[in-house]
Structure formats: structure tokens, C-alpha cells
């Protein structure tokens, strides 16, 4: 980790998991465990019908991200 926060995500893993230079991350904390996840193409496809009738994804990440922002 950098003095400013960064961090170097090692390049296998990077291959694997289809992370690419401008590729949008989500950073997010489960049970006192960092979660990184790359928002890929494969990733949004994941998604579909997981928010039927409850929203759209846009508007689920904007509430997280007040969420983050108040906290």
C-alpha cells in the first residue's frame, strides 16, 4: 500500500479476473474483510433479474454510496 491508499493488484490476477486499465472496482466490507469487486461485463450480466421489483442498480448503488459517504 501507497502513502496515498493504492494498491497494486498483482497481474495474474488481474488476468483472471478480466481487470483492465479504466475498469470501474467496488470496494466494500463484509465481516471485517475488504471486498474488491471489478465491475466487468461479466460481473453486470451476473446481475440481471437480481433486483426485480426491488429497484434498479443504479439506484441501489447511489443508496450505497450515501451510505458510505454519511458514515
Avoid: H
Avoid at 486499465?21 to 467496488?26: A, M, N, P, Q, R
Avoid at 474488491?36 to 453486470?44: D, G, L, M, W
Amino acid at each position: 500500500m501507497t502513502t496515498k491508499g493504492q494498491l497494486v493488484i498483482p497481474a495474474k490476477l488481474r488476468r483472471r479476473l478480466n481487470i483492465q486499465e479504466g475498469t470501474v472496482v467496488v470496494f466494500s466490507e463484509e465481516g471485517g474483510k475488504l471486498i474488491i469487486q471489478p465491475v466487468t461485463p461479466e460481473f453486470v450480466r451476473g446481475l440481471r433479474g437480481s433486483l426485480k421489483g426491488e429497484g434498479s442498480l443504479l439506484r441501489a448503488l447511489a443508496e450505497d454510496r450515501k451510505k458510505e459517504a454519511s458514515s
